[in-house]
Each structure stands twice: as structure tokens, then as C-alpha cells.
Nanobody
Framework: QVHLVESGGGLVQAGGSLRLSCASS????????MGWYRQAPGKQRELVAV???????NYADSVKGRFTISRDNAKNTVYLQMNSLKPEDTAVYYC????????????WGQGTQVTVSS
């Protein structure tokens, strides 16, 4: 059974930082592209960042230069370091896994709330 468990969300003031973690089990972590999506109230879910099995990264334009995605294959964990947070970053953040670096997501976590106050 596959589990993606996010942690690290919370309430932070604008300009602050948070680090999200996603611990995985039930998948061969090293062959999966791992990603972070987010969904704000009343908006569609959007890709925030993705890191391929080989380490190549891709970011949404809205977070480039502020967010950093990384992975630790030994710990089966992916991270999202979020700096210079803005109120518009407020959303539920979801961890994802895509086997063999497919663009279609195979698994989703349950989500963690990030709220940025102005």
C-alpha cells in the first residue's frame, strides 16, 4: 500500500519560510518523479515544483527563486523549502509521485495546509 505523508505546513507571516516534507512508503522512491501541487480556495490545483528521479527540477513561474524542491532517496523523502512567502501562496499543498518520471501522477498525499498572513 502506498502512502505519501506530508508535514510541515502551518501559519506564517508574509516574508517568512516553511519547509514541507513528504515521507513515502510502498513505492520504489528512487524511480519516481516527486512533486508538489497546491490548491487554493476556489482555484484549480496547480503544479508548484517537481524533481525527477535523476534530480532535474522544474518550478512554476510564480515560485521560481523562492521555493526549492529536493529529495533524499535514502530517506524516501521529498522536501519543499519555501522562502519569502506571500499571501497568494496560501493553499493546501499535496505531495505526488509519478513512476518512471511520467507526467501523469500515480499517487497523491492527503495534503497539508499552508496559510500566509499579510
Amino acid at each position: 500500500q502506498v502512502h505519501l505523508v506530508e508535514s510541515g505546513g502551518g501559519l506564517v507571516q508574509a516574508g517568512g519560510s516553511l519547509r514541507l516534507s513528504c515521507a513515502s512508503s510502498g513505492i520504489i522512491f528512487s524511480i519516481n518523479a516527486m512533486g508538489w501541487y497546491r490548491q487554493a480556495p476556489g482555484k484549480q490545483r496547480e503544479l508548484v515544483a517537481v524533481i525527477a528521479s535523476g534530480g532535474r527540477t522544474n518550478y512554476a513561474d510564480s515560485v521560481k527563486g523562492r521555493f526549492t524542491i529536493s529529495r533524499d532517496n535514502a530517506k524516501n523523502t521529498v522536501y519543499l523549502q519555501m522562502n519569502s512567502l506571500k499571501p497568494e501562496d496560501t493553499a493546501v499543498y499535496y505531495c505526488t509521485a509519478a513512476k518512471w518520471d511520467k507526467q501523469v501522477v500515480d499517487y497523491w498525499g492527503q495534503g497539508t495546509q499552508v496559510t500566509v498572513s499579510s
